[in-house]
Nanobody, 121 residues
């Protein structure tokens, strides 16, 4: 069974920084991509950033402020969030596209439990 466990959320003032982490564990054969999504109150879930191999994609709304990175040895993805704004307030979810060793099937619908990020003075 594959699990994604997020950490690093919290309350921060506007202009502050946070770093989110997401560790994938279990019988993983290969990870093709990992990413971060967020869902604000009353809003749809949206893509924030994704990393696949050496390539990254960051949403325009956070470009220049957020950076995604990955430690392949630890099956962990990070989201460094700088210059945070109140509109960044949301639950942030980790996502993985991977193949597990049990089913030997590739799936892109692995999700973490979510971590709350609140930007407020």
């Amino acid at each position: 069974q594959v699990q994604l466990v997020e950490s690093g959320g919290g309350l921060v003032q506007p202009g502050g920084s946070l770093r989110l982490s997401c560790a994938a564990s279990g019988r993983i054969f290969s990870i093709y991509a990992m990413g971060w999504y967020r869902q604000g109150s009353g809003k749809q879930r949206e893509l924030v950033a994704v990393i696949s191999g050496g390539a990254t994609h960051v949403a325009d709304s956070v470009k220049g402020r957020f950076t995604i990175s990955r430690d392949n040895a630890k099956n962990t993805v990070y989201l460094q969030m700088n210059s945070l704004k109140p509109e960044d307030t949301a639950v942030y979810y980790c996502n993985a596209d991977l193949k597990d060793e049990v089913s030997n099937r590739r799936r892109s619908d692995y999700w973490g439990q979510g971590t709350q990020v609140t930007v407020s003075s």
